[in-house]
């Protein structure tokens, strides 16, 4: 899919790896609308702000009425509360579904009719390394991407017929905001970037950004011996 002069829509797009999407999607060459609860954060150039929480539906909605001819949809916009499943508040975990999950579908909804206006259009889900495999002290966030992961299937076949490509971008820590507390290997959100939107214009219906991904990606045939070893 030829990325330039498409319109895109990416949520989550007023820092960190939102925020890197819409500049490389403007740079080649589409028109972008730069989602966020407040638009007014949105500070990148040559793109347009709107306001939009995925958890609000009277918000989704109206950036639905809002814009016109989106082709490209990115939904990126997310949480990390770091709340355990066991020992978490309910209000955490509700966040994270209500983000990840419902805010995903929401989205995805409301932009589908745009996007069965084009012969050829694109999803991409920025889901990540931990829908494939669980640690117990995020769990809420780890459920909440493995919910993504699944519904981001059930909707490539349910969008296929309207010419809706939908794909999956999987990838384990990038140095933004959200991680800022980790002290392992993180990947540079613009490289991250670049990899999910060459995905896009290639077609591919899943993209493996980096090595852990990939390396959780061919253990998953393993089952829970091979995931969590100390368990099993």
Same mark, same amino acid.
């Given at each position: 899919?030829?990325?330039? %002069?498409?319109?895109?829509? #990416?949520?989550?797009?007023?820092? %960190? ?13 589409? &028109? ?14 040559? &793109? ?30 997310? *949480?990390? +509360?770091? @709340? *355990?499943?066991?020992? /978490? ?7 994270? $579904?209500?983000?990840?999950?419902? /805010?995903?579908?929401? #989205? +995805? =909804? @409301? ?17 990540? #390394?931990?829908?494939?495999? *669980? ?23 349910? $969008?296929?017929?309207? /010419? ?7 990838? %384990? ?8 507390? #980790? ?15 060459? %995905?896009?214009?290639? /077609? ?8 852990? *991904?990939?390396? &959780? ?7 829970? =011996? ?7």
């Amino acid at each position: 899919m030829d990325i330039t %002069g498409k319109t895109a829509l #990416v949520t989550g797009a007023n820092r %960190g790896f939102g925020r890197q999407l819409a500049a490389q999607l403007r740079d080649r060459g589409a &028109v972008v609308y730069a989602a966020a609860r407040n638009p007014a954060s949105v500070e990148e150039e040559g &793109v347009t702000p709107i306001a939009l929480d995925v958890t609000d539906p009277a918000s989704v909605a109206a950036a639905a009425a809002a814009t016109r001819d989106v082709s490209i949809l990115i939904n990126n916009a997310g *949480s990390g +509360t770091g @709340a *355990s499943l066991l020992t /978490g508040d309910l209000a955490d975990i509700r966040l994270e $579904l209500d983000t990840h999950f419902l /805010g995903t579908l929401a #989205v +995805t =909804r @409301a932009f589908a009719p745009q996007l069965a206006e084009h012969e050829r259009s694109a999803v991409l889900n920025v889901l990540s #390394v931990l829908s494939w495999v *669980s640690f117990p002290a995020i769990g809420a966030y780890c459920a909440a991407k493995a919910a993504e992961w699944s519904l981001t299937n059930a909707l490539r076949a349910e $969008l296929a017929g309207q /010419g809706t490509r939908v794909s999956s971008l999987h990838v %384990g820590y990038m140095d933004t905001d959200l991680t800022r507390h #980790v002290t392992d290997p993180k990947s540079d959100p613009a490289d991250i970037a670049r990899i999910a939107l060459d %995905g896009i214009a290639a /077609g591919e219906t899943e993209i493996v950004a980096d090595e852990i *991904s990939k390396q &959780v990606l061919a253990g998953l045939s393993s089952g829970v =011996r091979g995931l969590y070893p100390q368990v099993a």
